[in-house]
């Protein structure tokens, strides 16, 4: 009915208009800030009253990410991962009068290693750094430039400090994120991380994943957007809702996990 009647060159621009608002409605572009992009909420539901939660902050940039986490529950463990030798720096800073903060210069990634990682040319530092030149050159539209930096797995690191729980995986690389995930295949497969929180955007289209390679990666797990009052849940995959590059934060919760 609605495609007999609008579907019209004249109604061009309500169908555009309808098109972004339906994609706000459903979690996608609501980047403005942590409250609309229900990443605050989503903290709040999930970490408060927890005793003692572990979280991984992959990409930590300036440690935002890891003082909400403290300020809704100071029992947690944070382990930051930055690995932009200037970024590191300021989140040194800025998160130094939180014990419980533990900030670690690495990259992480599907094996070990070294790795180049591209920034901004002209502005160093900056919370878009990624792996891939592409994404600052070709998204950004910025001269690039490079620093070596050194690559562990999150298998390796569990391994290393003894951890068999991780209640939250967070996970912000710019286009790296299946990467970062390939590394901890054996935690996933054992049911170490309890909730993966991970971006989803035009960054994708750059590292040539899709939505559905993170949902063959995490079988064991159910996955949501965040909106603004909490999660709502992904029920089935479908090309044309999935695989929509722009965006969104996702949370996949371990089938065991009641995080509502």
Request: hydrophobic share 40%.
């Amino acid at each position: 009915m609605y495609a007999s009647l609008f579907a019209r060159r004249r109604f061009r621009k309500l169908n555009t208009l309808l098109f972004d608002l339906g994609l706000r409605g459903l979690g996608i572009l609501n980047y403005q800030d942590r409250n609309i992009s229900g990443e605050l909420m989503f903290l709040r539901q999930y970490l408060k009253g927890k005793d003692n939660p572990v979280v991984l902050d992959v990409g930590a940039n300036g440690g935002d990410y890891s003082r909400d986490v403290v300020a809704i529950n100071p029992s947690g463990v944070i382990f930051a991962f930055e690995p932009h030798p200037l970024t590191f720096e300021k989140l040194v800073s800025n998160v130094k009068a939180h014990k419980n903060i533990r900030p670690l210069n690495h990259a992480v990634g599907d094996r070990p290693g070294r790795q180049m990682l591209y920034d901004r040319c002209l502005e160093v530092g900056t919370a878009h750094a990624s792996m891939f030149r592409e994404v600052i050159e070709d998204i950004h539209k910025a001269q690039s430039s490079e620093n070596e930096v050194t690559i562990i797995t999150l298998d390796e690191f569990i391994e290393e400090q003894g951890l068999t729980r991780v209640d939250l995986l967070k996970i912000d690389t710019e286009g790296y994120e299946l990467n970062v995930l390939k590394g901890g295949t054996k935690a996933i497969r054992s049911g170490t991380f309890k909730a993966i929180q991970f971006e989803f955007n035009e960054m994708n289209v750059v590292s040539r994943v899709f939505f559905r390679d993170f949902m063959e990666m995490l079988p064991q797990y159910e996955f949501h957007r965040m909106l603004p009052g909490g999660l709502q849940r992904i029920d089935r995959y479908s090309p044309v809702r999935c695989e929509v590059f722009a965006f969104q934060n996702i949370v996949a919760t371990f089938r065991e996990e009641n995080c509502h």
